[in-house]
């Protein structure tokens, strides 16, 4: 089946430690973003590629980064990960910008030490 | 501030009941308006958009501009409806602005 994976499921890491989530997808899409959502909150965008392009959300901390190197792989890289980081992170992509529906991941559950 | 607000964290409702999940949003403009749902162990998908006016496992969603509410709707709830929702209006062409999320609960 067509979906979006990520791996791993659940991340332990410690205060500082950079550490890298990883998102693939067999649908083919466009378009690649990356959420987080904390505890009883709502996933908040933090960026997207559309394509190679790729565009950070305004209050997005300089922390996290992404990597896109081809059309199926996203990363998101968290420099120097806070306890205020430890969240679920969730990978989506849509087939284009405007197309509406997103396809999600089961996402990755960070811990930090 | 744009804003989606759903009242209700937890909503337990019995089996074959109507069930109410609502959705206020403070927008400009006119966003396109989804209900994402969240089943037990599953991943985040698509529930319904409005611009299809579909009914989805029995779910519909009626825009009401003037009161800028989008509140989901079934007739008769089923256990396996059992999930969290979210409402998520789209801001622009990609952005979704998820509400904090409402979990029903329905009741043997």
């Known amino acids: 089946d067509a979906m979006v994976i990520q791996n791993p499921r659940y991340q332990v890491t410690q205060f500082g430690k950079p550490v890298t989530l990883s998102c693939s997808q067999t649908?083919?899409?466009?378009?690649m973003y990356w959420y987080q959502q904390k505890s009883s909150q709502a996933p908040k965008l933090l960026f997207h590629y559309y394509d190679k392009d790729f565009n950070n959300e305004a209050d997005t901390p300089d922390n996290f980064q992404s990597r896109r190197p081809n059309t199926s792989f996203c990363f998101l890289d968290i420099r120097s990960p806070g306890l205020g980081d430890a969240a679920m992170y969730l990978c989506?992509?849509?087939?284009?910008?405007?197309?509406?529906?997103?396809?999600f991941g089961p996402g990755t559950r960070l811990t930090v030490l | 501030a744009q804003r989606v607000t759903q009242p209700e964290k937890l909503l337990s409702v019995f089996k074959g009941a109507p069930v109410e999940l609502k959705c206020n949003y403070s927008?400009?403009?006119?966003?396109?308006l989804f209900w994402y749902v969240q089943y037990s162990r599953q991943r985040l998908q698509l529930l319904l958009r409005h611009i299809s006016r579909e009914s989805i496992k029995g779910f519909t969603a009626d825009l009401n501009k003037g009161e800028t509410s989008f509140h989901l709707k079934k007739p008769f709830a089923q256990e396996e409806d059992s999930a969290m929702y979210y409402c998520?209006?789209?801001?622009?062409?990609?952005?979704?602005?998820f509400g904090t999320g409402t979990r029903l609960k329905v009741l043997a």
């Open positions: 998520a209006p789209l801001q622009g062409t990609y952005k979704y602005i």
């Open positions: 927008y400009s403009g006119s966003p396109e």
């Open positions: 649908l083919n899409h466009n378009v």
């Open positions: 989506a992509t849509s087939r284009s910008l405007g197309a509406g529906e997103q396809f």
